[in-house]
């Protein structure tokens, strides 16, 4: 009777959690799962309404357009950049905050500012900040220094890199730090009983007990540096230097001239090459795991 009785309370929990799931879960298959289904469906189409199928030929136009190539080397040059920069800037601040420092709860609050302000009532003070009268040239010239032309040159990319590092920073310095918080004290003090010093603790405890908040940092860290198109496209408009050309501006473009297969082709690339990415995370993560244990 007991062992019934808690079957059939597991099944009746199971119940109410799918009667949860199930208006997200619809949602969820609606608006994101069925159109890209249909998308990959239409990448293989010659046209979008009574095409034919014609296999890779999309795929080898998109392949041989220097637009996309271009495209596709920014998005993965940003990512390659931003990403070990945000890792290891948020991990700092983290350990920063971590420790009793003087205005530690304001600092706190300004790293999260970001998550909670709108990013196109922000970005006027970013272009304000890399206009070529505004305030980072004004600063420059008042030191002695040329003025840059911010946003039509090649710096381009690091404004936009230093936008993405302040509007994402906030988030992961919260996660590291609730990871550092979940440290036993009693590894720190035992270590330092035995003699190791800042940087054995921090190689040998820190970032051990920090792998699965390192893991999913760096994986949103990644998935996020694929969506920074709304930042570059609200700081430098429709047509912005060729630095800053991501894939969703190519995207972007295809969506605008109804060119859908391309279109349809470049995003099933995109998503095929993130998964790619968080799968190797995910080996690499296990490897580790048995490494260390």
Avoid at 41 to 53: E, I, K, P, Q, T
Avoid at 130 to 149: E, I, Q, T
């Amino acid at each position: 009777m007991k062992k019934w009785g808690l079957r059939h309370v597991l099944r009746k929990d199971s119940t109410v959690a799918w009667l949860f799931l199930g208006p997200s879960g619809i949602g969820f298959g609606l608006f994101y799962l069925i159109p890209f289904v249909m998308g990959v469906v239409y990448s293989f189409m010659d046209s979008s309404v009574g095409g034919h199928f014609v296999g890779l030929d999309n795929y080898r136009e998109l392949l041989a357009s220097s637009s996309f190539r271009k495209a596709a080397s920014n998005t993965f040059y940003f990512s390659a950049v931003s990403v070990p920069l945000m890792l290891v800037l948020s991990l700092s601040l983290a350990m920063l905050l971590n420790e009793n420092v003087y205005f530690r709860k304001w600092l706190r609050t300004s790293y999260v500012m970001p998550l909670v302000v709108p990013v196109a009532s922000i970005i006027l003070i970013w272009q304000m900040l890399f206009d070529w009268n505004g305030s980072m040239n004004a600063w420059l010239n008042l030191f002695g220094f040329d003025r840059v032309d911010w946003m039509k040159s090649n710096a381009a990319r690091n404004v936009v890199i230093v936008v993405y590092l302040w509007k994402n920073i906030g988030y992961n310095v919260i996660l590291f730090l609730a990871g550092l918080q979940q440290i036993p004290k009693d590894y720190y003090e035992t270590a330092q009983v035995e003699g190791a010093g800042r940087l054995r603790q921090f190689a040998s405890i820190t970032l051990v007990n920090l792998t699965s908040t390192t893991f999913f940092v760096v994986m949103m860290s990644i998935i996020n540096s694929f969506k920074v198109f709304r930042e570059t496209y609200l700081i430098a408009g429709d047509y912005p230097h060729d630095s800053i050309y991501m894939l969703q501006h190519y995207m972007n473009n295809m969506f605008a001239s109804l060119d859908i297969q391309k279109m349809t082709a470049a995003a099933t690339l995109m998503v095929g090459c993130i998964l790619l990415i968080v799968m190797g995370l995910f080996a690499l993560e296990r490897r580790y795991r048995k490494f260390m244990e």
